[in-house]
């Protein structure tokens, strides 16, 4: 069974622009959630999707959206990019609602110049 | 405000000792307890995970161990290997979402 997939997995973006990251669950997966990495700050919680529909997001601005397609992949994206933006972006997958252990792709390491 | 706190932010242990990693929380309401293992240019990988009903699990070499009353939770590594270097990260599952602590950089040495 193939893993969570992220795509692509660096990208290099200048401030102002916007990004869009791609996320394939495992197959059967419905629920997808995006988490962002910094040094020192953990994972913080971005938001997560369930059957196409936001369930839950954490404290990010609004310059940070996502979406899920009927197949469950998933898309994150954020515009108007600042430098701060710069972190690993981290996919989850889990069967259902994100209530147990949840399975992550590799990441997108974003990169804002 | 972190909510998840790992306040080692690295540990140095010695192959086929123990290695003992931390984790404290504040939310009461917290009710599952993850630890992911990371390793550099790799997501986390889900290692063990422990409810709120419980006070021990044990997989292998992996036990951690909740103190609800302290709000405190352990993750013990016995014998410590070279291939257990890596991040660690404490996860507890709020009402929302999970809340990730910082991580702690266990290194192995041989």
């Known amino acids: 069974k193939a893993g969570v997939t992220q795509t692509p997995r660096y990208l290099i973006k200048t401030r102002g622009q916007q990004v869009t990251l791609s996320c394939s669950p495992i197959s059967g997966h419905r629920s997808v959630s995006w988490y962002q990495q910094t040094p020192g700050q953990g994972l913080q919680f971005l938001f997560e999707?369930?059957?196409?529909?936001?369930?839950n997001k954490g404290n990010f601005p609004g310059r940070f959206s996502g979406r899920q397609f009927s197949n469950s992949r998933s898309e994150m994206n954020v515009s108007t990019l600042e430098l701060g933006d710069s972190a690993l972006y981290l996919c989850?997958?889990?069967?259902?609602?994100?209530?147990?252990?949840?399975?992550f792709g590799q990441g997108t390491r974003l990169t804002v110049v | 405000d972190q909510q998840v706190k790992q306040n080692s932010p690295s540990l140095s242990v010695q192959e086929g000792r123990i290695s003992i990693l931390n984790c404290d929380y504040t939310?009461?309401?917290?009710?599952?307890f993850l630890w992911y293992k990371k390793y550099p240019a790799e997501g986390p990988t889900f290692l063990i995970s422990i409810s709120s009903i419980k006070d021990k699990n044990e997989d292998g070499r992996f036990t951690v161990f909740l103190n609800k009353s302290a709000k405190h939770l352990s993750l013990h590594i016995v014998p410590s290997q070279p291939g257990d270097s890596a991040v660690y990260f404490c996860a507890a599952r709020g009402v929302r979402n999970f809340v990730f602590g910082p991580g702690t950089r266990l290194s192995v040495l041989p």
């Open positions: 999707y369930f059957s196409e529909t936001q369930r």
């Open positions: 939310n009461s309401m917290f009710d599952y």
């Open positions: 989850a997958s889990s069967p259902w609602t994100a209530n147990t252990e949840a399975f």
